[in-house]
């Protein structure tokens, strides 16, 4: 099944555009489209006429161009006839953004587009879905051009059985600085879903990592897809909802008992090489975190801070999130403490964290990290920066940056994020380290480089 | 492949939606899994007969349909060192609802744990680890993988139990023998694996293991609907 011409259309056909209001969902993909993606777009609507000074097509068929992406949007009951007219017209591939189908107990409609779509081998996605989002090339969203919080292009491809979840980890994304290689809202998946998505982005370019939010599994669908997660390169993530619904159905054995929906859901995924984000905060530190780095850690952190306060916060968090912060050895200590600014080297305390205290300065910060960069006895380095010190400065996060890149470990940055430290941030982010806006989410992003098994 | 004698209790445990304690025992030996001597009795001459062939103490158990779980019932005596106790034991169990005899087992002594698996909607057979007997869903110290599993895997499953020190030998208690218990598991994850058209879930509880060997005591297994 080749789902390209649905990631990078070149023709593009909306179906169901409205005469009179321009706030239907297909008016609004329409005009968000047109002229502002490489794509060409058509407008079908079996009356014809025009919108917008351009020609509106009563049928697929009409358009003088094969049509790489179909976006459906009429009401449920004409897409059997929509999708019949796709067929015929050669369509490559479609989004069926109409709701109104098994999850309104139309059942009966939904299969009868799958049935069809199968049969012609016209790969969909939905049907009750927001399409497709790939930064640069096409935009199948119902949502206003001027709402869209839209992230930078990077690493990460969100596959989403909710729309809702999917623009609001888009806005988070943003937030936080992650990248993203395209957004997929699958719906009802009713005939592309998570397992073929995965095939696909395995081999994508653009895409470093592989997110899901899931609700559930069709049967044995589940187990499917976690043997294809388990021999993917790339890393998966998966967030998944309605961890406690079948908890309390009556069964008659212990095991069954035990072994209730969630719990199965969270050891398959564990064995089989996927990480669970167990919350959004972990959602969006694990995407961020393994867009940077692909090679998995073991979990030895040292910890670099301006303050004592917080280097017992992120031992803390460390500890509860599986990791080691072991002591440093006294040849570390002394060989961080010989290259620290003077006024510093009498009052930092150099175990593990290394708290340079509010004195230091970027030097103190740069020195240091190049010793732990160095030393076997870590293999993760995240650093606790307070941009309220006063000796330091906004080319900290590009110097931290460089001894990063030359040692190839992991670096790992909690910067507050309020818009005043941006260009600080930046300097971390734009150069490769990630920066969390909590210490909590630094240490997450450890934790996901941990769990992250080698291939 | 399911052997042609499986297949045969399965066709007739289809009744009642659960396999007897007998004929689950069967189908475990029959694959290789090793399970304490056993006898069926419905009258005092059975019992006895049966008794003094495995040799004293025994256990004693309801066999019935209409009970699934026995110790909620009443239904399991351990201990019996002689014909008068089976036989005032086989009077009791005989007046439980669906009485169709009594099982008379070898005791067998060690760490008692629970195998299980669960014929999950969305990923297939499920495996369950953990610390077993009746506490197993107070402690809920349990282990679970998807099936088939690896000999790692099941190592994995034991390294996970909160109590994985009882088995490896906590304050000069015998260790049990690992390999048994992996060899168990994984070769248990296949069955599951060649059942799992027929099956919705299965008990082995417990499972006596000590330093020589696993010994599947317990096991009820749940046919799907």
């Not at chain 1, 395209?182 to 994508?204: M, P, T």
């Not at chain 2, 006898?39 to 158990?61: F, M, Q, S």
Request: some cysteine.
């Amino acid at each position: 099944m080749n789902l390209k011409p649905l990631f990078e259309p070149k023709t593009m056909a909306v179906i169901g555009v409205s005469a009179s209001n321009d706030r239907h969902p297909a008016n609004v993909i329409y005009d968000k489209n047109n002229h502002r993606y490489p794509v060409k777009v058509y407008a079908v609507n079996p009356r014809g006429g025009s919108l917008h000074n351009e020609t509106v097509y009563p049928r697929v068929a009409e358009i003088p161009a094969k049509i790489d992406l179909a976006v459906i949007a009429t009401r449920a009951e004409l897409v059997p006839d929509v999708m019949a007219d796709c067929i015929a017209a050669g369509v490559k591939s479609a989004t069926v953004i109409s709701g109104g189908f098994s999850e309104g107990g139309r059942g009966d409609l939904q299969d009868r587009i799958v049935d069809m779509a199968r049969e012609a081998g016209l790969p969909f996605i939905g049907p009750n879905c927001l399409g497709v989002y790939v930064p640069f090339r096409v935009d199948t969203f119902f949502l206003p051009i001027e709402r869209m919080i839209k992230p930078e292009a990077g690493g990460v491809t969100f596959v989403s059985q909710s729309g809702g979840i999917l623009v609001d980890h888009m806005i988070k994304f943003a937030q936080q600085g992650v990248g993203m290689a395209k957004a997929v809202s699958i719906g009802n998946k009713a005939f592309i879903r998570e397992k073929e998505l995965l095939a696909y982005l395995a081999h994508d370019p653009a895409t470093k990592v592989i997110a899901y939010y899931i609700e559930g599994f069709g049967e044995g669908e589940g187990r499917e897809f976690v043997q294809a997660a388990d021999v993917c390169s790339k890393p998966v993530v998966i967030m998944k909802s309605g961890k406690t619904a079948a908890g309390n159905r009556a069964v008659s054995s212990h095991t069954a008992s035990l072994a209730g929906d969630y719990a199965s859901f969270a050891a398959a995924v564990a064995q089989h090489n996927i990480i669970e984000a167990v919350s959004e905060n972990e959602m969006v530190s694990f995407c961020e975190v393994l867009s940077s780095y692909t090679r998995p850690i073991e979990g030895r952190i040292g910890i670099i801070t301006g303050s004592g306060g917080h280097g017992a916060m992120a031992v803390d968090a460390c500890s509860m999130a599986g990791l080691a912060v072991p002591e440093f050895s006294d040849q570390t200590k002394t060989d961080i403490k010989n290259q620290l600014t003077e006024s510093v080297r009498a009052i930092a305390s150099l175990g593990n964290p290394a708290d340079l205290t509010g004195s230091a300065v970027d030097d103190d910060f740069v020195a240091c990290a190049r010793v732990l960069a160095a030393s076997p006895e870590i293999d993760c380095v995240v650093v606790l920066l307070l941009p309220y010190i006063p000796g330091v400065s906004l080319d900290i996060g590009v110097r931290l940056s460089s001894v990063c890149r030359q040692s190839g470990k992991p670096f790992i940055a909690y910067v507050p994020h309020v818009e005043k430290y941006n260009m600080l941030i930046e300097g971390f982010e734009l150069n490769g380290i990630p920066a969390s806006s909590s210490i909590e989410g630094a240490v997450l992003m450890a934790k996901a480089l941990a769990r992250r098994q080698s291939c | 492949m399911l052997k042609k004698e499986v297949k045969a209790i399965f066709e007739k445990s289809r009744k009642w939606g659960w396999v007897l304690e007998p004929d689950a025992k069967k189908i475990l030996s029959l694959y290789g899994f090793k399970t304490p001597k056993f006898g069926v009795a419905a009258t005092e001459g059975e019992a006895v007969a049966a008794a003094r062939k495995i040799g004293y103490p025994v256990v004693a158990k309801i066999v019935s349909p209409a009970v699934v779980h026995k110790s909620d019932v009443k239904g399991v005596v351990v201990g019996i060192k002689d014909d008068e106790t089976l036989v005032r034991t086989l009077a009791r169990l005989s007046k439980i609802d669906g009485f169709a005899g009594m099982l008379i087992a070898e005791m067998v002594k060690g760490l008692e744990l629970i195998v299980g698996a669960k014929n999950d909607f969305q990923f297939g057979p499920m495996i369950l680890l953990g610390m077993g007997g009746v506490g197993v869903e107070i402690y809920k110290d349990v282990s679970l993988r998807m099936a088939p599993l690896k000999t790692r895997d099941a190592d994995h499953m034991i390294q996970e139990l909160a109590a994985r020190k009882l088995l490896t030998g906590y304050r000069g208690s015998e260790p049990v023998n690992l390999n048994a218990l992996k060899k168990t598991i994984v070769a248990f994850s296949h069955l599951m694996m060649d059942m799992r058209d027929v099956v919705e879930s299965v008990d082995l509880n417990p499972v006596m293991c000590t330093a020589k060997s696993c010994i599947v005591a317990d096991a009820r297994i749940m046919l799907k609907k």
